[in-house]
T-cell receptor, first 112, second 114 residues
Framework: SQQGEEDPQALSIQEGENATMNCSYK?????LQWYRQNSGRGLVHLIL?????REKHSGRLRVTLDTSKKSSSLLITASRAADTASYFC????????????FGGGTRVLVKP | GAGVSQTPSNKVTEKGKYVELRCDPI?????LYWYRQSLGQGPEFLIY????????DSGLPNDRFFAVRPEGSVSTLKIQRTERGDSAVYLC????????????FGQGTRLTVV
């Protein structure tokens, strides 16, 4: 079963625009992580936000976490064609233990 | 090592055969995970090792799937009597200890059962 569910499932934007995707989860967590995947192979870690944090930034990425709503968002600002990929949230810890549980992902297409 | 290494990168096998997929984690990482990913889906958790022991194997779909990590480093995922539905990319990840460590993924093994 999947703990996190991303929304939307797919997103198409023009280069330079911002891309926002959301993740909802069901049980308590220690932290939430976002990963990126190109071409259906290895995932690359983007950012981790702890359960006691509300917002975190890394370069053009901004992540928010609302534990009362059990939701998180990932914002990519000033998108580039190279940002085209699938993005996954993964919940960690809490009721699900120390396994990382992934959602279904958001497929982002950035058109040049 | 430089990163998580998975071998083979591709494996084609006949229905009913036995396969082994290997994962070499980053040196010193105590936690090791196996996931299965079908096209267009997110990674599905299979099993998680902390050291040599399986801390959580709740994601293994049935008793045809088994994984070991005998020395707390390399892990092997074993699938008996493969079925066409087992076709997927099998991903391995490792993490250093601690609650807030990121996971590093290998490039996966694409298993095709024909």
């Amino acid at each position: 079963s999947q703990q996190g569910e991303e929304d939307p499932q797919a997103l198409s934007i023009q280069e330079g625009e911002n891309a926002t995707m959301n993740c909802s989860y069901k049980t308590s967590i220690n932290n939430l992580q976002w990963y990126r995947q190109n071409s259906g192979r290895g995932l690359v870690h983007l950012i981790l936000i702890r359960s006691n944090e509300r917002e975190k930034h890394s370069g053009r990425l901004r992540v928010t976490l609302d534990t009362s709503k059990k939701s998180s968002s990932l914002l990519i600002t000033a998108s580039r064609a190279a940002d085209t990929a699938s993005y996954f949230c993964a919940t960690d810890g809490g009721a699900a233990g120390n396994k990382l549980t992934f959602g279904g992902g958001t497929r982002v297409l950035v058109k040049p | 090592g430089a990163g998580v290494s998975q071998t083979p990168s591709n494996k084609v096998t006949e229905k009913g055969k036995y396969v082994e997929l290997r994962c070499d984690p980053i040196s010193g990482h105590t936690a090791l995970y196996w996931y299965r990913q079908s096209l267009g889906q997110g990674p599905e958790f299979l099993i998680y090792f902390q050291g040599t022991g399986a801390a959580d194997d709740s994601g293994l779909p049935n008793d045809r799937f088994f994984a070991v990590r005998p020395e707390g480093s390399v892990s092997t995922l074993k699938i008996q009597r493969t079925e066409r539905g087992d076709s997927a990319v099998y991903l391995c990840a490792s993490r250093a200890g601690g609650r807030f460590a990121e996971a590093f993924f290998g490039q996966g093994t694409r298993l095709t059962v024909v």
